[in-house]
């Protein structure tokens, strides 16, 4: 891979967007690398958690301008790229049984803010912003911004952000609740790591039932819900790690997590 940075260590798969001279925008050739580290991610046994941030100034500027734009010259329009490349890099983000971090060290901007919000868990560096920028270019939200937000900060806050493109600060995305945490810049990279290390220690049969759960919740009905969550917590007792943990705790010890 040329332009997305692949690494892993401590259980953590550590996904750096690298193209710090376009604000990391995405190419055609940077989606597919990043949906190609994001899979082998999600199918590693060994990962048990991943990371993703950007290298340099940005977290990401979402799509590359232009190549955007040469496409819209050449008569291609989108050129299939939300179909090919954003949708499935945002459903191998929400599916994967593992939790993703997102560590948005700079701007986040259109669908580099939705690869954001796609994310479990947000952390941000104290000079991050986020620009729903998708509006000032005439477009509408793609990359599940449209779904992801709302969700996150409820319909009039994602409407006023989404209709409205104005950027906004670290400590705005905390205030809405799109960040849960906002640290100095410099600390950025190892409080993400430390979250991720954390997350990659955990129950991770459990983790992978949690999401499922929000996912499926997020829009059934409360008696669906309740369906799946009696059908996941069947999985979960007979996880190694539930049993461990409930003598654990029962031994006043720490409960240590293999992901079985
Ligand atoms: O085709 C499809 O797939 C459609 C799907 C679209 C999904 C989307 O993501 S739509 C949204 C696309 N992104 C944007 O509209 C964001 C555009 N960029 C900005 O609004 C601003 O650059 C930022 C808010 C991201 C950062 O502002 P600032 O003031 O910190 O930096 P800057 O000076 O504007 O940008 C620095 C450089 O990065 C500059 O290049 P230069 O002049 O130094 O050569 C700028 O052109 C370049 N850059 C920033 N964003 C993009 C970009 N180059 C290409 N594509 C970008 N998205």
Known sequence: ?????????DAVATITLDRPEAMNSLTTRMKAELLEALTMASQAYAVRAVLLTGSGRAFCAGQDLNE???NLEAGRGLDGTVRAHYNPIVLTIAEM???VVAAVNGVAAGAGAALAFACDLRIAADKAKFAMAFSGIGLAPDSGASWTLQRLIGRARAGELLLLGEPFDAARALELGIVSRVVPAEELAVAGRALAVRLAQGPT???AATKRALEFAAS???ADALALEADLQDACVKTSDHLNATRAFLHKERPVFDGR
């Open 205 to 207: 049969s459990a983790y």
């Open 1 to 9: 891979m040329n332009d997305v940075l692949y690494s892993v260590d």
């Open 220 to 222: 059934s009905s409360l």
């Open 97 to 99: 049984g593992k939790p």
């Open 68 to 70: 955007h734009t040469a």
